[in-house]
């Protein structure tokens, strides 16, 4: 009945970076929004942080992607990269513990950039909300420079 004083949430950029439309990333997973809605960041920096508080429920054994629940019950994936996957953890390092509450900032996982791109991969970043059935709106920003655990990326608000 008083929908319009939900609150409003936002995530911040995980990584510095230019933040882009999710149609514009070179992968039809993301580009199409199968995983998920949200924004996504051609990433210039090497340290991927949390973009929100919560708890770190997930880092995949390859550490290319981390997963979070917020205390709102938003569900948020952060896929480092397109294909890094491939990489079996090579270029990537692990700094948080799966299953730890982290704040937002807190760093998660720091990449080697130049091996990274010798290999080939983009860090072109996608950040998603997960679990749209619990998202009643989102907005995410787009074509502008973002710094890692400062700039909002994504505003939303559950149902």
């Known amino acids: 009945m ?3 004083l939900k609150k409003s949430y936002e995530l911040l950029a995980p990584v510095t970076g230019k933040a882009i439309d999710l149609s514009q990333v070179p992968d039809e997973v993301f580009a199409q929004k199968m995983a998920g809605d949200g924004v996504a960041i051609d990433s210039t920096g090497d340290t991927f942080v949390a973009p929100a508080d919560g708890n770190l429920t997930m880092i995949f054994k390859t550490n290319h992607a981390f997963a979070m629940t917020l205390d709102n019950g938003a569900e948020v994936l952060v896929h480092i990269g397109l294909d890094t996957v491939e990489l079996q953890g090579e270029g990537f390092e692990r700094l ?3 299953g730890s ?3 937002a900032g807190t760093p998660i996982v720091r990449v080697n950039r130049d091996f990274i791109k010798e290999k080939g991969y983009s860090l072109i970043t996608p950040i998603l909300l997960t679990n749209p059935d619990a ?4 907005s995410a920003v787009k074509d ?4 890692a655990g400062k700039n909002k990326v994504i505003e939303y608000k559950t149902k």
């Open 144 to 147: 502008i420079n973002v710094e």
């Open 101 to 103: 509450d982290v704040k």
């Open 96 to 98: 948080a513990t799966e």
């Open 135 to 138: 998202i009643k709106e989102m």
């Open 2 to 4: 008083f929908g319009f």
